[in-house]
């Protein structure tokens, strides 16, 4: 079964939503969602996810999964809002749990936060499936990026978050706490290994210079040949070498510090203070 893919780009933070559902029925699941954040005010905004929200109503669709690829250091996500209106079960891979430590001690959460992965309603490992209605879905442990990330095989389609963009574009970064570009290497092969017509669908578009439009839908036969990072067989020590190069040169995502307070607890903000706000961190020289 061919799964129906709703796309939807966010051009404050580049960032491509799914919603991806069933050809005959009415299950869908949301990939990577989006909640506005305005830095300079510390105001959030439910505008992006509303778009998604109408759409499935107005679809007449029922939710059955929230799916994260990974914990995003470049934008919040909206999986409690989305859950609280159309419900669906939020889940991320299980190396969440590396995330939770590693940024427990960057912003020095303390034993209140939990880092057992208890904040999701799933933990997927490498090799599990779950269905959204009759289509099934395939997760793929991806770590490279980040340890976490995970690529959803639905149907026919790949959704593989961060860890590869367009052809013209190439391939995540790895410098964050935790990525490997070695590792992202190998997951990356994982992915070109499905069949060359597989479709795949990217979390990010920066629009590479050349390209007039944004695009976010590509196959793994045109991975496997154009992209500009690992296209045609490059060897491994070649894409390291030239990854690390390229990520000592990379300044931190504008949002990463909200973003990642944020998504490591499955999008809900940190516990409020006893005036009942609730307040990010900012480490001073630390990432």
Known sequence: MKPTV????????????YIVREPQGVACAIIDSVLDYDQAAGRTDTTSADAIVDFIKAEGLTVAWI??????????SAAPYLQDRLGGKIGIGDQITVI???????????????????????LFKDGDSIHIGQLRCDVMHTPGHTPACLTY???????????????????????????SATDLY????K???????TRVFVG???????????????????QKALNVHIGEG?????????????????GMPRLILPSIQTNMRAGNMPEPEDNGTSYFKVPVNTL
């Open 186 to 189: 190998q997951s990356i092969q």
């Open 204 to 222: 990010h578009d920066y629009k590479a210079p050349g390209r007039d439009d944004f695009a976010w839908e590509t196959t793994i036969g045109e």
């Open 100 to 122: 939770q430590d590693t940024f427990g001690k960057v912003f020095n959460e303390g034993t209140a936060f939990q880092r057992d992965g208890s904040q999701f309603g799933a």
């Open 6 to 17: 709703k796309a939807f780009f966010d051009p404050a933070t580049n960032t491509v939503s």
């Open 67 to 76: 799916l994260e690829s990974h914990v995003h250091a470049d934008h919040l």
């Open 234 to 250: 490059r060897p491994m020590k070649e894409f390291v070498a030239m990854r690390t190069e390229r990520d000592a040169t990379l």
């Open 153 to 179: 095989v639905i149907g026919g389609a790949a959704f593989v978050g961060d860890t590869l963009f367009m052809p013209d574009f190439g391939t995540a970064r790895c410098d964050f706490p935790g990525g």
């Open 191 to 197: 992915i070109l290994a499905l069949p060359d017509d």
